[in-house]
């Protein structure tokens, strides 16, 4: 009878943790490295605000859009509408001329920081970030030296609306958003 006493006495055994120490030690500062390389690679957007449109000011403000489209870059102003079209193919992109447009979008508008990027469906992601990039700012030639100039930091992402088109008297076709101002002219 005392022998089986003794076996139903049994002593706590210790747990082994020093693999899982191992790889503690191994995976923290790993975490920790790759976190830092992750945060270099966000782009930060500033959205528009709710009641942007719904402001009234005396004096009209620039609310500059760039309309990216599969066959052009449309520069507009709310506004106003269409400041400059420039053509665009899938392999060849006008830069320079779209820099020139931008540069002197600034030259005019000094203060001006924002602005807001409207991209078709179509767009790929390549062409919305060299277009961010190329947007953000611009080296310029100033004299002898290259300058680069901040030119719309603050940039707002959105979908752009459809073209289609229509007939307006006369029978020509034009687009929806070219459609307005022609029968308005007629």
């Given at each position: 009878m005392k022998k089986r006493g003794l076996q139903g006495i049994q002593q706590a055994e210790e747990l082994n943790i020093t693999a899982f120490l191992n790889?503690?030690?191994?995976?923290?500062?790993?975490?920790l490295i790759t976190a830092v390389f992750s945060r270099l690679t966000v782009l930060e957007l500033n959205l528009p605000a709710l009641d942007a449109k719904g402001e009234a000011s005396a004096k009209v403000k620039l609310q500059l859009e760039l309309v990216i489209r599969e066959h052009s870059f449309d520069i507009?102003?709310?506004?106003?509408?269409?400041?400059?079209?420039?053509?665009?193919?899938?392999?060849?992109?006008?830069?320079?001329q779209f820099t020139d447009a931008m540069v002197a979008?600034?030259?005019?508008?000094?203060?001006?920081?924002?602005?807001?990027?409207?991209?078709?469906?179509?767009?790929?992601?390549?062409?919305?970030?060299?277009?961010?990039?190329?947007?953000?700012?611009?080296?310029?030639?100033?004299?002898?030296?290259?300058?680069?100039?901040?030119?719309?930091?603050?940039?707002?992402?959105g979908d752009a609306q459809?073209?289609?088109?229509?007939?307006?008297a006369g029978g020509t076709e034009v687009a929806s958003g070219q459609a307005n101002e022609q029968s308005a002219k007629e």
């Open positions: 790889l503690m030690v191994i995976l923290v500062p790993f975490l507009q102003d709310a506004n106003i509408g269409l400041i400059k079209s420039i053509e665009r193919t899938q392999k060849d992109s006008q830069w320079k979008i600034k030259t005019r508008f000094p203060d001006e920081s924002s602005i807001s990027l409207l991209l078709e469906p179509d767009v790929d992601y390549k062409t919305m970030i060299k277009v961010m990039d190329k947007v953000r700012s611009a080296q310029v030639v100033s004299g002898f030296e290259v300058e680069t100039v901040v030119l719309f930091p603050d940039i707002s992402i459809a073209i289609t088109t229509e007939t307006v």
